[in-house]
């Protein structure tokens, strides 16, 4: 992949990171594939076309590049300049939001999971920051995450 092929890509997923972190946060949007398939839909392309793009299958030519810029309230030649996606990255990180993709699709899938069966997913979850952690340090992680009218209930033990 060329410099400008990569800086544009890179570019485009800094506009994907501004259009979630504006979506999710005007409305209940948790789904990460609705999240990509809006956002394709807003550049006028396919998401499997999107999908190509990111997975580096295809480039944005310039064409493409100005149409999204057009699409997005940007300048001209916006996707061909260096951008500082790690103020973006921090913010992100400060907020508590995903980096990318694969952090968008993990927390996707943990929501999912953890609002159909609550009780076995921390249970689960658990037991996976047990193979790394001191069982006392991922107790007090989680303590710190529940809510204030939160019940402590009996010591978990393990899934067989």
Known sequence: ????????????????DAFVAGTVASSAVADVRGLEKLFA???????????????????????????????????AAWLDEAHAASVVDVARVD???????????????FL??????RDSVRRRLLDVLDAD??????????AQAQPSNFRARAP???IK
Do not use: C
Request: proline content about 5%.
């Open 1 to 16: 992949m060329s410099d400008l092929a990569a800086l544009r890509l890179r570019n485009t997923q800094v506009l994907f």
């Open 41 to 75: 839909e807003q550049l006028r392309i396919s998401p499997s076309y999107w999908s190509q793009l990111k997975g580096g299958q295809r480039h944005i030519g310039a064409k493409l590049a100005r149409q999204f810029e057009a699409l997005s309230g940007k300048p």
């Open 95 to 109: 907020a508590g939001l995903p980096l990318d993709a694969d952090e968008r699709f993990a927390v996707g899938v």
């Open 112 to 117: 999912n999971a953890y609002r159909r069966d």
């Open 133 to 142: 952690t001191p069982r006392a340090g991922a107790d007090a992680r989680v």
């Open 156 to 158: 978990l033990t393990k």
